[in-house]
């Protein structure tokens, strides 16, 4: 069974510019989490979509932003890149309450 | 506001030993709980859980013991070996939100 794909798995951007980062959950998840983990930090709560729904947002500027698929892939968006939107973007899906299952995640430096 | 939070940033364990990872949150309203562990480069991959109406939790090598009056739960792992080294998560969920919150981790090294 295919676990969570996420592209790509580096991604370098210029301030300024906007990124996408997409992720593909496993078959039958219905449910995906965005996690931020900057340098030296734990993992933040990004956004949380659910059968084609935003459910959640954590403490995050609307720049941040995404959607979820009718297959259930997500997307994440960042507007207008700042230099300490650099990180390692996580992406989990969940079959339900209990367990997430991360991807490997995207490695975005903006420069 | 760190609802999680994870003191100790790294903990270095002789093989064989146990180790002892630690987790204090201030949210009385969580009632779920889990451990990930992290390799470089790889995502999180989930350990164990424990939910609000157990104190104990236990699976093999590892075990969470949750004491919901002090806020804290803490993760056991006995032997611990060198390829247990990786960076731990712990996370907390509060019913019905489903959204979990994360611990800042911890690097473990085990060595041999």
């Known amino acids: 069974e295919a676990g969570v794909t996420q592209s790509p798995t580096h991604l370098i951007k210029t301030r300024g510019q906007q990124a996408t980062l997409r992720c593909s959950p496993i078959s039958g998840h219905t449910s995906v989490y965005w996690y931020q983990q900057a340098l030296g930090l734990g993992l933040q709560f990004l956004l949380w979509y659910d059968e084609g729904e935003e459910r959640n947002r954590g403490n995050f500027p609307p720049r941040f932003s995404g959607r979820q698929f009718p297959n259930y892939s997500s997307e994440l968006n960042v507007n207008a890149l700042e230099l300490e939107d650099s990180a390692l973007y996580l992406c989990?899906?969940?079959?339900?309450?209990?367990?997430?299952?991360f991807g490997s995640g995207t490695q975005l430096s903006v420069l | 506001d760190q609802q999680v939070k994870q003191n100790s940033p790294s903990l270095s364990v002789q093989e064989g030993r146990i180790s002892i990872l630690n987790c204090d949150y201030t949210?009385?309203?969580?009632?779920?709980f889990l451990w990930y562990k992290k390799y470089p480069a790889e995502g999180p991959t989930f350990l164990i859980s424990i939910s609000s109406i157990k104190d104990k939790n236990e699976d093999g090598r590892f075990t969470v013991f949750l004491n919901k009056s002090a806020k804290h739960l803490s993760l056991h792992i006995v032997p611990s070996q060198p390829g247990d080294s990786a960076v731990y998560f712990c996370a907390a969920s509060e019913a019905g939100t489903y959204k979990y919150i994360f611990g800042t981790g911890t690097r473990l090294k085990v060595l041999a």
């Open positions: 989990a899906s969940s079959p339900g309450h209990g367990l997430l299952f």
């Open positions: 949210n009385s309203m969580f009632d779920y």
